[in-house]
């Protein structure tokens, strides 16, 4: 009998166990449950072993007023031990190795953080967010963490010129991106459809590049186009202060500047900037693009006023951007204009260059050879690598791995970005039941799925690999709620493969936290993409279909519909497998607490059209 109740208690610990109330992403590298909660109360101390910590310990602050509710936080001046119910914030280079990473140890009666750099004491904080809980009961479960990144690089692209953003806007996804501890945003400012950022020198970028006459709104380039005039730009005065608040966040920015293809707008304000005075496409006046996609309209590079032009625009966005990173681009650069051009050949000649890929290699090496004067480094998307590598030069490999695994092999730093795993502007289910997206699919699944080390990388290769990043491009994306849905919950899975070791990646488990950071998100005002119910059928002899469905919203129902073209809250409310006879179609959708829904799903699937 009691070994019958030594079971029954064990079994019981281990029910308790894995009903754990610590739902962290990305998940740390160690993680232990204690005995015991800590609870804020209404009342707080905040101590800093350091006075460099004072606006970390603002920012705890902060953090406790809003998710645990604490009105009276204390800061004593001198670093006093034993405080009942005290958060202490500590620099300890013996404790904590890892410039970004830190120890954590929530007890009954204290919280201690400890980091060897403020950097880690902040991460700290985004983990010590996670851990309070998102209902009334505000009490913080007992633990002991010891996290670091598996990566230095991990990043997100956002691109504000084919559609403008606010600043606040952008601060806000600043801030989520510290909150998964994010550390780079690649800011993409020039592109054929829109110039973004101020240059001085150049007035016309402001008053023509920045503005094009019509805007692509559907998939046919031909028909969906309006003649609606869009455009802006983001004054050097706002430049500077995105770059600020980046780095309050720890956050360096990246600025993407075109060169030399997807440079239309630049042409169109200047166009001795092109091969011809026309569009070598149109055989027309050079225009700012409505249209997505590649033009054969670029920077000619046989014409040094070119050069001269792009080291301007280059020293006056050198001044805004701190950061030690210059992203040129370099992809998708047509030679069609440079094979018709005299100046271009007469360079090829001069420079002993066998063909214009070459040219553009030495277009870059050009460049970047002012990038370096300046103590810069030049990243390119990976075309960069046509006609030769410079050893200087970081590659951003997005057409897949190969070319990563490639620049690796040659000594050259290596960001991952491939379209089919990081692309956020791509499908999150298909496209029958998705707003308008760009063609590809890139599910939440793939996205977890997505190692950066590359199997062919010995260590000495991977020693060059930064990290991983993922992009949203936004064609299609015009509204601030439609660019959270495309990021979120994606951000989450993208910190993980970032952050967190290789083998504790689980994908079962990475979904079952995420129900408790959608909790968080709603409380945030943040539009996520909800998860669908998880359909899986069953056959009988006569074809009828034994239906279950599986709800991922982390609260709420799940509806459905026989027959009829809509779920609604008027459905009825799924509660035990249904029988779906031949002929019959199923429409489902999961209603969170939140009170909206999420797209609509159906069985059976149409068959693809081939």
Request: include cysteine; proline fraction near 6%.
């Amino acid at each position: 009998m009691k070994i019958f109740f030594l079971i029954c208690s064990l079994l019981f610990t281990l029910v308790i166990n894995a009903q754990s109330s610590v739902s962290v992403i990305p998940i740390p590298k160690v993680l232990e449950e204690k005995e015991g909660h800590f609870k804020p109360g209404n009342k707080l101390s905040i101590v800093a072993g350091d006075a460099t910590l004072a606006p970390l310990v603002q920012h705890a602050g902060q953090l406790f007023t809003e998710a645990a509710g604490v009105k009276n936080i204390e800061q004593p001046r001198s670093p006093k031990q034993g405080l009942k119910n005290a958060v202490y914030l500590q620099l300890d280079s013996q404790a904590v190795k890892h410039e970004e990473g830190y120890v954590l140890d929530v007890t009954k009666t204290s919280i201690t953080l400890k980091a060897k750099t403020p950097r880690g004491i902040f991460y700290g904080l985004q983990t010590l967010t996670q851990l309070i809980p998102v209902d009334k009961d505000k009490s913080i479960p007992a633990v002991h963490i010891e996290d670091e990144p598996r990566f230095a690089w991990r990043g997100m692209m956002f691109d504000n010129c084919r559609h403008m953003f606010s600043v606040d806007f952008i601060k806000r996804f600043i801030d989520q991106l510290a909150y998964h501890k994010l550390n780079k945003f690649h800011w993409h400012l020039t592109e054929d459809q829109g110039w973004r950022i101020e240059i001085k020198k150049y007035p016309r970028l402001q008053t023509v590049a920045a503005y094009r006459n019509g805007t692509q709104y559907g998939p046919n380039r031909q028909k969906d186009v309006d003649s609606i005039r869009y455009g802006g730009y983001y004054t050097q005065e706002q430049i500077r202060e995105v770059v600020a608040y980046a780095a309050s966040k720890y956050i360096e920015v990246i600025p993407e500047i075109e060169m030399p293809g997807h440079s239309v707008a630049a042409i169109t304000a200047y166009p001795h900037l092109a091969c011809n005075p026309v569009s070598f496409e149109t055989g027309k006046p050079h225009e700012v693009r409505k249209v997505w996609g590649v033009s054969k309209d670029i920077y000619c590079a046989g014409n040094d006023t070119v050069f001269a032009f792009l080291q301007d625009v280059l020293t006056e966005v050198m001044q805004l951007f701190p950061s030690r990173y210059i992203h040129i681009g370099g992809d998708e650069a047509p030679h069609d204009a440079w094979k018709k051009c005299p100046k271009c050949q007469q360079r090829m000649k001069e420079e002993g260059l066998k063909n214009e890929a070459e040219l553009q290699s030495w277009f870059i090496r050009r460049m970047e050879g002012f990038i370096n004067a300046h103590n810069k480094k030049l990243i390119g998307w990976e075309e960069i690598m046509q006609g030769g590598l410079t050893p200087n030069a970081t590659v951003h490999s997005w057409l897949g791995t190969k070319s990563g695994l490639q620049a690796s092999k040659m000594g050259n730093d290596v960001i991952m970005s491939p379209y089919s795993h990081l692309y956020f502007d791509g499908y999150q289910a298909e496209p029958a039941i998705e707003p308008l997206a760009i063609g590809y699919y890139t599910p939440l699944e793939t996205v977890y799925s997505f190692e950066p080390r590359h199997p062919d990388m010995s260590d000495k290769d991977a020693e060059h690999l930064l990290g991983a990043q993922a992009n949203l491009w936004t064609e299609f994306i015009r509204t601030e709620p439609y660019f959270q849905y495309m990021v979120f919950p994606r951000m989450d899975a993208l910190a993980e493969i970032t952050w967190s070791p290789k083998e504790k990646k689980d994908y079962a488990d990475f979904e079952k936290r995420l129900q408790t950071q959608l909790k968080r998100y709603d409380k945030l005002n943040i539009n996520y993409r909800i998860p669908v119910p998880v359909l899986t059928a069953t056959y009988d002899a006569d074809s009828t279909a034994t239906i279950t469905l599986q709800n991922r919203a982390g609260s709420g129902v799940v509806r459905y519909a026989i027959n009829e073209e809509k779920v609604t809250e008027a459905s009825p409310v799924y509660k035990a497998p249904l029988a779906i006879k031949k002929g019959q179609t199923l429409r489902f959708a999961a209603f969170p607490s939140n009170g909206r829904q999420s797209s609509t799903d159906y069985f059976p699937k149409k068959p693809r059209r081939k």
